[in-house]
């Protein structure tokens, strides 16, 4: 459904396109009017996710691990080869693991887990703040958690660190970054409906996960921020669901 936001000639990069949140955010960007490029680890959910966006507007697919810092790097020569600018990057791509607690964790399991939630984010700014600095303008969404400002057992401990890390990197930005006409936002949403909950410990049953955020929702919010003018950053923007698990088990136990 289309809104007010008009984002014609805009060129946005979503990572971690091919689902869920990533997923929402380009249709939403494209529904927009931004031409979208779509980026994430596996080509067909993002051929997919392309496919829907060209029948009325504009997406092209870049695989690539973000891990990686070359591959990073090849998606931004693409950027510049093909568009010569770059105005929003939706840094959402993340992962989670089932052996998240301490007494699981390895050394191989904490790198997974850094480089895929925190090391990656990092990498793409680095990509796209010389495409911003040029133009004077630019736009950083960055997809973190309710896990980067609160402490708790049920994300693990090193998702928490590396979404702390997240809401870090995002304000710093906006603290040297802002006199070039850059702005960043940290979204950080609560319990979120998306391919991420099969990676939990304990199954979330389809009931459950419709009382959650849906990804469309996390979609028109960051299709609102896109569409502030460029005096304003929302610097951080929470989003959670009216039936909170947290809460309420907060209150189940005080009775």
């Known amino acids: 459904m289309s809104t007010g936001t008009d984002l014609t ?3 946005a990069w979503v990572t971690g396109a091919g689902s869920g949140i990533g997923e929402a955010a380009a249709l939403a960007l494209a529904d927009a009017g931004a031409t979208v490029i779509l980026t994430g680890r596996r080509p067909g959910p993002l051929e997919d996710v392309a496919r829907r966006i060209n029948q009325t507007g504009s997406a092209h697919v870049q695989p690539a691990d973000l891990t990686q810092s070359e ?3 090849q ?3 693409f950027i510049r080869a093909t ?3 770059l105005d929003i990057l939706v840094n959402n791509a993340g992962i989670n693991i089932v052996d998240r607690h301490w007494d699981k964790l390895t050394p191989h399991s904490i790198d997974t887990m850094i480089q895929g939630n925190l090391t990656g984010a990092l990498y793409c700014v680095t990509v796209a703040l010389p495409f911003m600095r040029a133009q004077q303008d630019g736009l950083l969404i960055h997809t973190a958690s309710m896990a980067g400002r609160f402490i708790g057992g049920v994300s693990g401990p090193i998702y928490t660190i590396a979404k702390h890390g997240i809401v870090a990197m995002s304000h710093g930005l906006n603290m040297q970054e802002c006199v070039n006409g850059i702005r960043s936002t ?4 609560g319990e979120v409906a998306t391919p991420i909950l099969d990676k939990r410990p304990t199954p979330v049953p389809p009931e459950v996960r419709a009382r959650m955020v849906q990804p469309a929702d996390c979609g028109d919010l960051i299709r609102y921020i896109a569409g502030m003018p460029k005096h304003l950053v929302m610097n951080e923007v929470h989003l959670s669901p009216t039936h909170n698990r947290g809460y309420i088990a907060a209150l189940q136990r005080q009775l």
């Open 9 to 11: 000639g805009k060129i």
């Open 71 to 73: 591959q990073v790097e």
């Open 75 to 77: 998606v931004g020569d």
């Open 83 to 85: 568009f010569g600018r």
């Open 186 to 189: 940290v979204f950080l949403p």
